[in-house]
Nanobody, 125 residues
């Protein structure tokens, strides 16, 4: 059974940093694309970043480009989202997702097969 478990969320002040982790189990994800999404109250789930797990190629939403960094550790089957210079508008539940996709530039949530339960990130001003 495939399982994704996020951790690392919390309450921080604007300008702070957080690193989210996504521990994957149930299969080897080296041939998968991992994505991070977020959903704020009353808003649709939106794409944040994705990575081609085997090659390490990455893609970011414009809103986080230059502040967030996605990475993966194949040996640990764990993905990460390093978030720097956080802003109040980054407040949301963050989800990791995985899918056997043809391209790492995949921003549609429906394209991903597996999802974690989410971790809350709250940024105060």
């Amino acid at each position: 059974q495939v399982q994704l478990v996020e951790s690392g969320g919390g309450l921080v002040q604007a300008g702070d940093s957080l690193r989210l982790s996504c521990a994957a189990s149930g299969r080897t994800f080296s041939s998968y694309v991992m994505g991070w999404f977020r959903q704020a109250p009353g808003k649709e789930r939106e794409f944040v970043a994705s990575i081609n797990w085997s090659g390490g190629r990455t893609y970011y939403a414009d809103s986080v480009k230059g502040r967030f960094s996605i990475s993966g550790d194949n040996a640990k089957n764990t993905g990460y989202l390093q978030m720097n210079s956080l802003k109040p508008e980054d407040t949301a539940v963050y989800y990791c997702a995985a899918g056997k996709l043809s391209t790492f530039v995949t921003t549609a949530a429906r394209a991903y097969d597996y999802w974690g339960q989410g971790t809350q990130v709250t940024v105060s001003s």
